[in-house]
Nanobody, 116 residues
Protein backbone atom coordinates (compact mmCIF):
# COMPACT_ATOMS: atom_id res chain seq x y z
CA UNK A 1 0.00 0.00 0.00
CA UNK A 2 1.16 3.49 -0.85
CA UNK A 3 0.90 6.40 1.54
CA UNK A 4 0.96 9.94 0.22
CA UNK A 5 1.80 13.02 2.22
CA UNK A 6 1.06 16.42 0.75
CA UNK A 7 2.50 19.71 1.85
CA UNK A 8 2.85 23.29 0.73
CA UNK A 9 -0.72 24.51 0.81
CA UNK A 10 -1.66 27.81 2.31
CA UNK A 11 -3.01 31.27 1.77
CA UNK A 12 -1.71 33.38 -1.08
CA UNK A 13 -2.77 36.58 -2.81
CA UNK A 14 -3.90 36.62 -6.43
CA UNK A 15 -0.90 36.67 -8.71
CA UNK A 16 1.23 34.93 -6.15
CA UNK A 17 2.99 31.60 -6.27
CA UNK A 18 2.84 28.42 -4.27
CA UNK A 19 4.56 25.06 -4.48
CA UNK A 20 2.89 21.83 -3.50
CA UNK A 21 4.79 18.66 -2.76
CA UNK A 22 3.74 15.07 -2.37
CA UNK A 23 5.86 12.21 -1.11
CA UNK A 24 4.98 8.59 -1.74
CA UNK A 25 6.02 5.77 0.55
CA UNK A 26 6.95 3.23 -2.11
CA UNK A 27 10.01 2.74 -4.25
CA UNK A 28 10.02 4.77 -7.42
CA UNK A 29 9.96 1.73 -9.69
CA UNK A 30 6.48 0.87 -8.49
CA UNK A 31 5.04 4.32 -9.16
CA UNK A 32 3.77 5.08 -12.63
CA UNK A 33 1.54 8.10 -13.15
CA UNK A 34 1.57 10.87 -10.57
CA UNK A 35 -0.99 13.61 -10.65
CA UNK A 36 -2.62 16.48 -8.86
CA UNK A 37 -6.35 16.93 -8.64
CA UNK A 38 -8.30 19.66 -6.97
CA UNK A 39 -11.78 20.11 -5.64
CA UNK A 40 -13.42 23.38 -4.76
CA UNK A 41 -16.57 23.59 -2.63
CA UNK A 42 -19.60 22.80 -4.73
CA UNK A 43 -17.52 21.56 -7.64
CA UNK A 44 -16.42 18.20 -8.90
CA UNK A 45 -12.90 16.98 -8.41
CA UNK A 46 -10.87 17.78 -11.50
CA UNK A 47 -7.52 16.80 -12.86
CA UNK A 48 -5.05 19.65 -12.65
CA UNK A 49 -1.90 18.05 -13.97
CA UNK A 50 -0.35 14.64 -14.43
CA UNK A 51 3.07 13.30 -15.21
CA UNK A 52 4.20 9.89 -16.32
CA UNK A 53 7.31 8.12 -15.13
CA UNK A 54 8.97 9.17 -18.37
CA UNK A 55 8.15 12.82 -17.81
CA UNK A 56 5.22 13.32 -20.16
CA UNK A 57 2.88 15.95 -18.73
CA UNK A 58 -0.71 16.92 -19.14
CA UNK A 59 -2.46 20.01 -17.81
CA UNK A 60 -5.96 21.26 -17.45
CA UNK A 61 -6.65 24.12 -19.81
CA UNK A 62 -7.32 26.42 -16.89
CA UNK A 63 -3.79 26.08 -15.54
CA UNK A 64 -1.70 25.80 -18.68
CA UNK A 65 1.17 28.23 -18.65
CA UNK A 66 0.81 28.87 -14.94
CA UNK A 67 1.35 25.50 -13.26
CA UNK A 68 4.22 23.11 -13.67
CA UNK A 69 4.22 19.52 -12.51
CA UNK A 70 7.46 17.67 -11.91
CA UNK A 71 8.63 14.52 -10.23
CA UNK A 72 11.70 13.01 -8.70
CA UNK A 73 11.57 9.27 -9.16
CA UNK A 74 14.50 8.67 -6.84
CA UNK A 75 12.67 10.40 -4.01
CA UNK A 76 9.16 9.28 -4.94
CA UNK A 77 7.95 12.84 -4.96
CA UNK A 78 5.77 14.92 -7.22
CA UNK A 79 5.54 18.68 -7.12
CA UNK A 80 3.16 21.26 -8.44
CA UNK A 81 4.60 24.71 -8.86
CA UNK A 82 1.82 27.23 -9.18
CA UNK A 83 2.24 30.79 -10.33
CA UNK A 84 -0.03 33.66 -11.31
CA UNK A 85 -2.60 32.23 -8.97
CA UNK A 86 -6.20 33.23 -9.40
CA UNK A 87 -9.17 33.23 -7.09
CA UNK A 88 -10.53 30.33 -9.10
CA UNK A 89 -7.56 28.21 -8.08
CA UNK A 90 -8.84 28.02 -4.53
CA UNK A 91 -9.47 24.37 -3.72
CA UNK A 92 -8.25 21.36 -1.85
CA UNK A 93 -5.46 19.86 -3.88
CA UNK A 94 -4.99 16.11 -3.86
CA UNK A 95 -2.00 14.09 -4.86
CA UNK A 96 -2.59 10.74 -6.48
CA UNK A 97 -0.33 8.02 -7.80
CA UNK A 98 -0.77 4.78 -9.67
CA UNK A 99 1.48 1.84 -8.90
CA UNK A 100 2.68 -0.96 -11.11
CA UNK A 101 -0.35 -3.07 -10.25
CA UNK A 102 -2.78 -0.42 -11.45
CA UNK A 103 -3.78 0.56 -7.94
CA UNK A 104 -4.51 4.20 -7.38
CA UNK A 105 -3.79 5.97 -4.12
CA UNK A 106 -4.83 9.36 -2.84
CA UNK A 107 -3.45 11.79 -0.35
CA UNK A 108 -5.61 13.58 2.19
CA UNK A 109 -5.36 16.87 0.39
CA UNK A 110 -3.91 20.26 1.14
CA UNK A 111 -5.84 23.50 1.12
CA UNK A 112 -4.87 26.25 -1.28
CA UNK A 113 -6.66 29.53 -0.75
CA UNK A 114 -6.18 32.44 -3.12
CA UNK A 115 -7.67 35.54 -1.59
CA UNK A 116 -7.24 39.27 -1.84
Amino acid sequence: QVQLVESGGGLVQPGGSLRLSCAASRNSFSINVMAWYRQAPGKERELVASITRGGSTNYADSVKGRFTISRDNAKNTVNLQMSSLKLEDTAVYYCTVTDGYRNQYWGQGTQVTVSS
